[in-house]
């Protein structure tokens, strides 16, 4: 396991909570956390093998959160003085008192056992930002050298983004942890320009929790897939566009990690059920009066909740608000059985949720944020003998077979979505039939789980995730996985996006 | 990390000089001071609220690399005296490890504004010193009466400071408020949506805000259900706006030159020229424009199809993107214009305004003028599903209502849409005049929109929603 980063941890961080948390007593608040977040992000941009940007950010400073009278008050700066740390204590008190007013509901937080100066680092083996400039910019010409001298790829783009997150936190209960993550995605993307159309292939490697030895062949095999792309692509151009209606559908998890981050992840965040998040990403249709009973889908569907997985990209030691890593189930056999839940949201449904502990879903995505409820990895689960996908593609006479993750769209009540991807093959009598175009599939969240008819199993079982999940007032960027295995659904809504657009 | 905090001035003149100093051929310091403050309500309560104070500076060097100029970008926040000296050297030798920059170009040149000296503008929570209060009693309102509000209200102030070893020294300081407010009935069946934009939030009345949202609410009185298809359908000014921006974010230059964008010619090239609509359509940028003030120069951070870190600080001009219907300009940075053959750079602006020439009237003039159809409020999860037709899918949310004879009659069920923007400027058949219009969607993030309100005959209603 590697280190905590050595400049972090010379950052006077103890110092600084001391003195923070101090003066929020002081002025009476009933409780008070300090985060020192410093989070380190590289982006390099290539187009047609020629390295279009690279920037290096840091983003460094400190916030602390209260309630004071029942309220929340929150308040971050960046300067790391004790002066400054004092002065974002008493400006996230002042917060609280300036918003007591408005605040009819008292803030209690679920109880959960203090950690006491603990660490935790997550699961990579190289930092990326350990290796040379030149080292990374040289790989990344040398798959868009593949791609680019292929027959019939016009363009490419490459697009790769790193990120090493090192953060303290420290609340008036005593729990103080130190923390450091890693994250990498990479976008690699061939472009197809004809004289009446075009149309791209993307890589269907998902972003990690892995370090820059993902780039390099570790969790993801880069030569097979690079030399595959052109001839994906060329077939795409030269498919058939879908015919609109109802087909059997075998869905990739390179693919199916979309759905489920949308009508299942979203829809059991308990804040969306309870409508803090009405005026902005929205609710649920999983209210919580359907707990336990809401038959979400099929009975082969089990989901998880999980801040644990390795590699994970919602995974953590210790969440932001001192809550340690655990895992739990969703959705079992079908039936909706549990939320992701925060401290508050926790203690003010503890009845319901039958649990007076938080599971640990709360997340800031820099210092100069509050705390929300975010996702954990929601993960869909294979059947522990379960069929291949393969398998799968046999057991449909006439279907598609759905590759690779593109375009995403669900209402504001995670009912109604739109997806596409990256190609989609025929299937007939069982067997794959060369690829097709235009395809989209469109349904609402409880009919598509209900018509799963089978889950692979775990030879077929793929981490997918993203980087970029936008969520709360302000916005917020939070970096999510989905494992599922691939999976088949009877009677699905396929859309011709040709026809769609009128033409 | 104790270091002494520098003054944005200081940090660029002392960046510029170690710079130099180490050897660079260029530089460019980016200073960016923000504050911001927050309130967020719920169920009829305050949930969150925040004051954020941030800083970040940017350094871009420059250094000779073989036949051409090489870059490198480095960018931290908290910055102190003692680490701007470890992040110019950063950027130092970031560009002597990279090759030479593709678009690279003189630096921009200029002189010393007359604002240069002034220190960061601030906000803080005394912003809503008079709307927390009106907040407060539209929240206990809503409680008396059984409805239910949810909202957030966002201020932010920007001060960019940009400075550069050819001579520019530019300030500017950009104000940025809005506030979003969802209303829904007793048994949350319903629910309706009214969103403004703001500088200072002077003009902003939560109480009028409240009444609208009630008004609305009050058309759900009788609920309809329409099935799927391709309606008559009013987009106000916010649901154009919700569209308008992501065509706007599709006028890459570079982009469109490689054939990779709705506004590609088939065969080769940009659809420079072309004509997209018969209607006197107008898309114009203008970073002067009187409540719609945008930065006056370009920023980059990063190099990209339409921008380049070697044209920090070019002077933006009133840019028409289209012009009576025809495509007139795609965004470029210097280096894209001369690979694409247009004669000057026309960089991404902060803003845009649509309009149609003659246009007048409103929303409720043009719901006056229609027979049968429907009106949006607002679009919601807006994605784009085939970049060759810019072909976007997402869906009505907050308020789709019955127009009969005329009129609102009653309130419908949401929609998934499959529509593209450029069509619909084809396609529209009635507008009305141009006004500050706040996306549901994007306005959080870029709030500088002026919209007319459209009369699409045949939105394409793709399927029916169940959410409320």
């Known amino acids: ?503 | 990390m104790t270091g002494i905090q520098l003054t944005p001035q200081d940090t660029i003149e002392r960046g510029l000089a170690l710079a130099a100093a180490e050897g660079a051929d260029g530089c460019v310091v980016l200073v960016a001071e923000t504050s911001s403050a927050n309130l967020r309500w719920a169920n009829n309560t305050l949930t969150t609220n925040g004051a954020m104070r941030g800083s970040s500076v940017t350094v871009i060097t420059t250094v000779g690399a073989g036949e051409g100029t090489a870059a490198g970008v480095i960018g931290r926040s908290s910055v102190t005296e003692d680490t701007l000296r470890e992040i110019v050297a950063a950027a130092i030798a970031t560009a002597r490890a990279a090759g030479p920059a593709e678009d690279a170009r003189p630096l921009v040149e200029g002189t010393t504004g007359a604002d240069w000296a002034l220190e960061p503008e601030e906000t803080s929570v005394g912003v809503y010193e008079k709307f927390a209060p009106a907040l407060g009693e539209s929240l206990r309102r809503a409680t008396q009466q059984d409805r239910r509000l949810y909202g957030f209200a966002d201020h932010e102030v920007v001060t960019l400071y940009v400075g550069s070893s050819a001579g520019l020294r530019l300030r500017q300081a950009l104000p940025r408020g809005y506030v979003s407010s969802t209303g829904k009935n007793a048994d949350l069946s319903h629910s309706a949506w009214v969103g403004t934009a703001t500088r200072d939030f002077a003009d902003v009345d939560p109480l009028a805000l409240d009444a609208e949202l009630t008004r609305r609410l009050g058309w759900a009185t009788r609920t309809v259900s329409v099935d799927a298809g391709r309606h008559p359908t009013i987009l106000p000014p916010a649901a154009v706006a919700d569209l308008m921006t992501y065509l706007f974010w599709q006028l890459d230059g570079r982009d469109a030159f490689e054939g990779q964008t709705v506004f590609s010619k088939s065969g080769g090239g940009t659809r420079l020229g072309d004509t997209l609509s018969p209607q006197p359509v107008n898309l114009r940028s203008d970073p002067s424009l009187s409540g719609l003030e945008a930065f006056a120069f370009a920023v980059a951070r990063t190099s990209g199809g339409s921008s380049s870190v070697f044209d920090n600080g070019l002077t933006l001009a009133a840019t028409d993107w289209i012009r009576s219907g025809k495509l007139e300009s795609l965004m470029t940075s210097r280096h894209t214009a001369d690979l694409i053959g247009v004669p000057a750079a026309t960089p991404n602006i902060g803003n845009y305004v649509l309009s149609v020439d003659a246009a007048t009237g409103t929303t409720d003039d043009l719901v006056a003028g229609l027979g049968n159809g429907l009106l949006l409020t607002c679009l919601w999860y807006i994605r784009m599903v085939d970049p060759q037709t810019l072909l976007l899918t997402g869906l009505t949310r907050d308020g789709v209502y019955l127009v009969e004879n005329g009129e609102v009659t009653g309130a419908v069920n949401n929609f998934r849409f499959n529509e593209s923007p450029v069509d619909l400027l084809a396609r529209f058949t009635t507008a009305g005049a141009t006004v500050p219009a706040f996306s549901r969607e994007w306005g959080d993030y870029f709030s500088r929109t002026a919209t007319p309100p459209l009369l699409v005959p045949d939105f394409n209603m793709s399927s029916v929603s169940q959410a409320s």
């Not at chain 1, 975010?374 to 291949?388: E, H, I, K, W």
């Open chain 1, 1 to 503: 396991m590697p280190d905590i980063d050595e400049a972090f941890l010379d950052l006077p961080r103890r110092e600084l909570a001391e003195a923070a948390l101090q003066r929020a007593r002081d002025l009476g608040v009933v409780f008070a956390e300090f985060r020192l977040e410093r989070i380190r992000s590289e982006s390099i941009s290539l187009r047609d093998s020629v390295l279009e940007s690279a920037k290096d950010d840091e983003d460094l400073g400190l916030a602390v959160r209260v309630i004071h009278d029942g309220t929340w008050g929150f308040a971050a700066g960046v300067a790391l003085t004790v002066d400054e740390a004092v002065r974002v204590a008493e400006q996230a008190v002042n917060m609280a008192q300036v918003s007591r007013p408005i605040n009819a509901e008292p803030i209690e937080l679920a109880d959960e056992p203090v950690y006491d100066d603990v660490t935790w680092v997550s699961a990579y083996e190289i930092d990326p930002f350990s290796v040379p400039r030149a080292e990374k910019v040289a790989l990344l010409t040398d798959y868009s050298d593949r791609l680019l001298k292929a027959d019939g790829v016009a363009h490419v783009s490459v697009h790769v983004a790193t990120v090493h997150e090192c953060k303290y936190y420290a609340n008036t209960a005593g729990t103080s942890y130190t923390q450091q993550r890693v994250r990498i995605g990479p976008d690699i993307t061939a472009h197809a320009v004809a004289e009446d159309r075009f149309d791209s292939m993307s890589s269907c490697a998902p972003p990690a929790g892995r370090g820059w030895e993902y780039l390099t062949g570790t969790g993801w095999n880069w030569d097979d897939e690079l030399a595959r792309i052109p001839g994906w692509l060329a077939e795409k151009m030269a498919a058939p566009s879908v015919d609109a209606g109802t087909y059997d559908v075998v869905v990739d998890p390179t693919n199916l990690w979309l759905t489920i981050h949308e009508s299942i992840g979203h829809a059991t965040e308990l804040d969306r059920a309870l409508g803090y998040e009405a005026n902005y990403a929205g609710t649920s249709f999983a209210t919580l009066d359907k707990l336990g009973t809401l038959e979400y889908g099929s009975p082969v569907m089990h989901v998880t909740g999980d801040r644990t997985a390795e590699h994970g990209l919602s995974t953590v030691g210790y969440d932001d608000e001192g809550v340690a890593g655990q895992q739990w189930d969703l959705v079992k056999d079908g039936v909706l059985v549990g939320y992701q839940v925060d401290r508050r949201m926790a203690k003010k449904n503890e009845d319901v949720l039958g649990t007076p502990r938080s599971n640990g879903c709360a997340y800031a995505d820099s210092s100069g944020h509050i705390p929300i409820q975010r996702m954990a990895n929601v993960s869909l689960q294979p059947a522990p003998d379960g069929p291949s996908t393969e398998e799968l593609i046999s057991r449909v006479k006439n279907g598609i077979y759905i590759v690779g993750d593109k375009s995403w769209s669900i209402d504001m009540q995670r009912y109604n979505f739109q997806f596409t991807g990256q190609r989609f093959f025929k299937i007939t009598d069982g067997k794959l039939d060369g690829q097709l175009r235009d395809v989209a599939y469109q349904a609402t969240t409880t009919d598509f789980w209900g018509s799963m008819e089978a889950v692979g199993g775990p030879q077929t079982y793929l981490l997918g995730g993203a980087l970029n999940c936008g969520k709360a007032e302000p916005a917020q960027s939070g970096a999510v996985t989905h494992g599922c295995p691939s999976a088949l659904f009877r009677n699905v809504r396929i859309l011709n996006t040709t026809q769609e657009a009128g033409r």
